[in-house]
C-alpha cells in the first residue's frame, strides 16, 4: 500500500527531493505525466468576508471563500488535487487528519514541497480513513498576523466510506472562527472545563515572570457569518439534524450550546466514539472536530452559540429557527461545562498476555514567558524545535506518548499521520476514542497510544499557531 502510493507520486516526490536538495527552492511547474487532470482545484487569493454588513474582513482563502468548499473525497480512491498560490508567499495546504505520505501531507518539516508564490503544485493521494477531517495552510506566522493560520485558508474534508451514515433530516457544517487577531498580555481562555483533574505537572515553583504578547480577536463567526448576520439554520419539530462542528479558530479553545437541546456525540476527530452520549455543551480546540446530531424537539428561535457573553456578543454563534416561530433568538445560559473526554469512551480492557510491549514517549511541555522577546516560547522536553535526535520511531512497534502540560494554559495538540487512542485524560484512563488532536489540561496531562505505521516524517505540535511557530513542535522519524 505504501509502496504503490509511493510510486503513483511519481514526478511529485521527485520535484519534490529536487527542490529539498536545493535548499528548498521548489518553484516547479508540473508538467507531462505528472500533469494529470485534477480532480480538485484549490486557489490560494485574497477573499473579502462579509461577518456582517458593517463587519467586513479581508483576507486569504480558498476559491473566492472562506471557508473553502467543503470537499469531499471517497475513502480509499485516489484523488488529485491541483492547488494554484495566487498569493506572493509561499503556502502549504496540509490535509489534518489522513494518514497520506509526508511528500503530500503538507508540513515543511516533514519537507512537502510548498507552492511558491503565484506557482501552483499538484498533490496526489488515496485519502483515508473516513471521517470529517479538514484542510488548512500550515506556513509559520510569527509576529505576522495576516499569515498562517489566522488567515481564511480552511475548509472542511469529508472523507466518505460510502456505507450509511445513519439517519438524519438535515446536515450542517459548522467551522468556528475568529477574525482580526491582535496582540495582547492579558488573555482571557476558554480553558475552564469545569473538570477537577490531578494537577500532576503543576511545578513546585511557578514561574512569575510576566506572561508575554498572546494572540486574541474581537470578531467571531460560525462559517462566514457573525451571529445574527446569516441565514438562520431552518428546522422542523421532530428533525434530526446532524453537525459537523470543527475549531478552525488558530488561537481559541472554544465551548458551544444550544439551549434547550442537547448534542449527541457520535465522532470525535471524525473516529466514531464507543459510547455516543448527550451532552449540554461541547468544548472543542483548535483543530478538533465533532460530529453530533441533535434532536430538535423544543420549538422556538435559539440561538446556538459561545457560553461567553462576550464572544457570543461579538459573532460566535448561529440561529436555529424551527417553521413558523417569528420571534427574537433566545440564549438561555448552559449550566457548568461538563465536557470530558472520558465519557464518550469504554473501560480499558486489561492488557493481553502476548501484548508486544509498548514503547513509552515522555514529552514535557514548558513555557517561557517572554523567551523571545515580547513572546512567550515553549519547549518540548527543555528545547525549543528542532531536536530531532530524541524522536525515532520504529516500524511496526506500539508507542505511549505521555504529554505533560507544564503550563498554565490548555494545549490542543496534533500528530500528523496518524491516529492515535486517548487512554488518559483528568487523571481517568478510558479506551477507543480514536483522535488526531487532543486537549491536554493546564498542569495536567493526556496519554495516547499509537502504532508506528505510517513511515515518514511525522510533525506533532501545538495547533495554536503562535505556540507551534515559538518552539511547541517535534518531529518523529522513522529508524
Ligand atoms: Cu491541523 Cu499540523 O495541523
Ligand atoms: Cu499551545
Redesign the pocket.
Known amino acids: 500500500m505504501q509502496r504503490r502510493e509511493f510510486v503513483r507520486l511519481g514526478g511529485v516526490g521527485a520535484l519534490g527531493a529536487l527542490g529539498a536538495a536545493a535548499g528548498g527552492r521548489t518553484a516547479q511547474l508540473l508538467t507531462g505525466a505528472a500533469a494529470a487532470k485534477p480532480d480538485i482545484t484549490l486557489r490560494i487569493a485574497p477573499v473579502i468576508v462579509e461577518l456582517a454588513p458593517t463587519r467586513v474582513v479581508s483576507t486569504i482563502g480558498y476559491n473566492g471563500t472562506s471557508p473553502g468548499p467543503i470537499l469531499r473525497m471517497r475513502e480509499g480512491q485516489p484523488v488529485t488535487v491541483e492547488v494554484i498560490n495566487d498569493t506572493d508567499v509561499p503556502e502549504l495546504v ?1 490535509w ?1 487528519g489522513l494518514l497520506i505520505p509526508s511528500e503530500v501531507d503538507g ?1 515543511e518539516e516533514e519537507c512537502t514541497p510548498a507552492v511558491e508564490a503565484h506557482g501552483r503544485r499538484v498533490y496526489q493521494f488515496t485519502p483515508r480513513p473516513a471521517g470529517t477531517r ?1 484542510y ?1 495552510t ?1 506556513t509559520m506566522a510569527m509576529d505576522d498576523l495576516h499569515r498562517g493560520s489566522y488567515t481564511g485558508q480552511f475548509g472542511f474534508l469529508m472523507i466518505e466510506s460510502g456505507q450509511n451514515p445513519g439517519h438524519y433530516d438535515q446536515e450542517v457544517f459548522l467551522a468556528l472562527r475568529d477574525w482580526e487577531p491582535f496582540f495582547t498580555s492579558e488573555l482571557m481562555d476558554t480553558d475552564e472545563q469545569n473538570q477537577k483533574w490531578p494537577q500532576t505537572e503543576r511545578p513546585a515553583v511557578l514561574d512569575t515572570r510576566p506572561n508575554g504578547l498572546e494572540v486574541s480577536a474581537a470578531l467571531y463567526s460560525i462559517n462566514d457569518k457573525a451571529l445574527g448576520a446569516g441565514e438562520p439554520i431552518r428546522v422542523k419539530p421532530g428533525q434530526r439534524v446532524l453537525m459537523h462542528i470543527l475549531n478552525a479558530s488558530a488561537i481559541e479553545n472554544r465551548a458551544l450550546a444550544l439551549p434547550g437541546h442537547q448534542f449527541m456525540i457520535l465522532a470525535l476527530d471524525g473516529n466514531p466514539v464507543p459510547t455516543p452520549r448527550a451532552i449540554d455543551q461541547l468544548f472543542i480546540g483548535p ?1 478538533e472536530r465533532i460530529d453530533a446530531y441533535v434532536e430538535m424537539n423544543n420549538p422556538g428561535v435559539w440561538i446556538l452559540g459561545a457560553p461567553e457573553d462576550d464572544i457570543r456578543n461579538a459573532g460566535l454563534g448561529v440561529v436555529i429557527e424551527y417553521a413558523s416561530q417569528r420571534r427574537q433568538p433566545q440564549w438561555i445560559a448552559p449550566g457548568p461545562p461538563s465536557w470530558d473526554y472520558t465519557l464518550f469512551g469504554h473501560s480499558p480492557a486489561p492488557p493481553k498476555a502476548n501484548e508486544p510491549e509498548r514503547k513509552i514517549i515522555d514529552l514535557r511541555f514548558e513555557k517561557l514567558p517572554r523567551g523571545r522577546g515580547p513572546f512567550n516560547s515553549f519547549l518540548v522536553n527543555g528545547k525549543e524545535y528542532p531536536h530531532e535526535q530524541e524522536f525515532v520511531l520504529r516500524q511496526g512497534m506500539p508507542y505511549r506518548l505521555i504529554m505533560r502540560n507544564r503550563t498554565d494554559d490548555a494545549h490542543p495538540l ?1 500528530l ?1 499521520r496518524h491516529v492515535f487512542e486517548l487512554v488518559e485524560i483528568y487523571g481517568k484512563s478510558t479506551a477507543g476514542i480514536l483522535k488526531d488532536t487532543v486537549v491536554a489540561p493546564y498542569y495536567g496531562r493526556a496519554v495516547v497510544d499509537f502504532v508506528a505505521d505510517q513511515p515518514g516524517l511525522t ?1 506533532f ?1 501545538c ?1 495554536i499557531q503562535q505556540h507551534m511557530d515559538f518552539g511547541f513542535k517535534a518531529l518523529f522519524r522513522y529508524a
Open positions: 496540509h489534518h508540513s479538514w488548512h500550515h483543530g496534533h500528523h510533525l505540535h495547533h
